[in-house]
């Protein structure tokens, strides 16, 4: 019988902003030039008010754009459950999310589709009283135009694959409410065929956080599709993972967290180049771990000869709390990949940061 994890409540705007914003920070200027190189100035600044405010959900960000969904439960097909934006700030579309047979839907997760459509993973209760997690897509005007039921799978983290297939991250929970152990929680889906692949039994990603005994949530941790591969950080067992594609090989890595002093990643981005990317902090998912107030943005480099992943600090990005106004500018958090740009968070920049990385070795 699987271990019951302790729940660990929605991470909030407001509480974000608390931790972030309100306490001071003291930018920490690497002495030395660093390898994965330095953060350039902001490109340019979008504010979505109605996306990013206290109190509210903090909003997923792919593919260009900012996506706010609702927490409760939905009981209505026609409720407008996501509002997209697009990288101007624009409110472009309202995402109706209606899994086939569902009789009421909790949206755990959202991201963008290649085409701009939505795409919706969380569980529901279905028309004949079952329980089930979902996967589902939108068209253009928000409407629910596929859809597939995980059964004991909850999905938590989505991306969609150049192929059209969707990767997620999540959790195997039975009927009776456990975990199950031998399940995994790294699926590949076909909204025509189901389920394709699995990865990662349950138990294999259990860690002591928190707790008296190992257990697992995927809340934390982050999955991102690339061209040739899925990146995952796997914050309990502070791992980064890489399955290829093509071969569905998978690659894993303990990170090297001696330089972030056992912070843990808030962020995971991948540029259309292959740099792989994270921001750490000490205000994590699980509570403060590490230096309090720390705030960074760090390539991760993983070999294959090497059992190890390094996370290299990006010059201009490191800095700590100290009692003071957080420095203007200073990084906060890294949401995403837009090609080779990233989109962060910056002090004082009250919105989504677009910007380059300078000088890092292997860049082009």
């Known amino acids: 019988m699987g271990h019951t994890p302790k729940q660990i409540p929605k991470t909030l705007l407001a509480a974000a902003l608390l931790l972030l914003l309100s306490a001071g920070a003291k ?4 002495a030395h030039s660093s390898p994965a190189g330095r953060i350039s100035e902001s490109l340019r600044v979008v504010p979505y008010p109605e996306a990013f405010y206290g ?7 792919d593919r260009g754009y900012v996506i706010h969904y609702e927490i409760e ?8 459950m996501v509002v997209m934006y697009d990288a101007t700030g624009k409110r472009v579309r309202e995402g109706r999310i209606w899994p086939k047979g569902a009789g009421d839907v909790r949206i755990r997760r959202t991201a963008a589709t290649h085409d701009g459509g939505i795409l919706a993973g969380g569980g529901g209760i279905m028309q004949d009283g079952s329980l089930s997690g979902f996967i589902a897509r939108t068209d253009l005007e928000g409407n629910t135009i596929q859809s597939i039921t995980t059964g004991i799978f909850k999905p938590e983290q989505l991306c969609e694959a150049p192929d059209g297939t969707v990767w997620s991250l999540g959790l195997p929970v039975g009927s009776d409410g456990m975990v199950v152990p031998d ?3 790294v699926r590949q889906y076909s909204f025509e065929k189901g389920l394709l692949h699995s990865f990662l039994p ?8 928190n707790s008296s005994g190992p ?6 941790s982050f999955l991102r599709c690339a061209k040739e591969k899925v990146s995952v950080y796997l914050g309990f067992t502070d791992e980064y993972l890489e ?5 569905f090989a998978v690659n894993r890595w303990k990170i090297d967290e001696s330089v972030v002093q056992g912070a843990k990643a808030n962020g995971l981005a991948i540029t259309e180049d292959g740099r792989i990317y994270a921001s750490f902090s000490a205000h994590t998912a699980y509570g403060i771990i590490g230096p309090d107030g720390l705030s960074g943005l760090y390539q991760i480099k993983a070999e294959l000869a090497n059992p190890f992943a390094h996370l290299l600090p990006v010059g201009g990005t490191v800095n700590y709390l100290h009692g003071e106004s957080r420095d203007g500018g200073a990084f906060l958090r890294l949401w995403g990949a837009d090609g080779n740009q990233l989109a962060v968070w910056r002090a004082g920049e009250h919105g989504v940061s677009w910007v380059n990385v300078i000088g890092a070795e292997d860049s082009d």
């Open 27 to 30: 930018a920490q200027e690497d």
């Open 55 to 61: 109190g509210g959900v903090m909003p997923d960000w």
């Open 73 to 80: 439960m939905n009981s209505s097909p026609s409720a407008a």
């Open 183 to 185: 399940a995994e929680v």
């Open 202 to 209: 349950e138990k294999t990603v259990r860690a002591v956080m």
């Open 215 to 220: 257990w697992f949530s995927p809340f934390g």
């Open 243 to 247: 399955i290829n594609t093509s071969s």
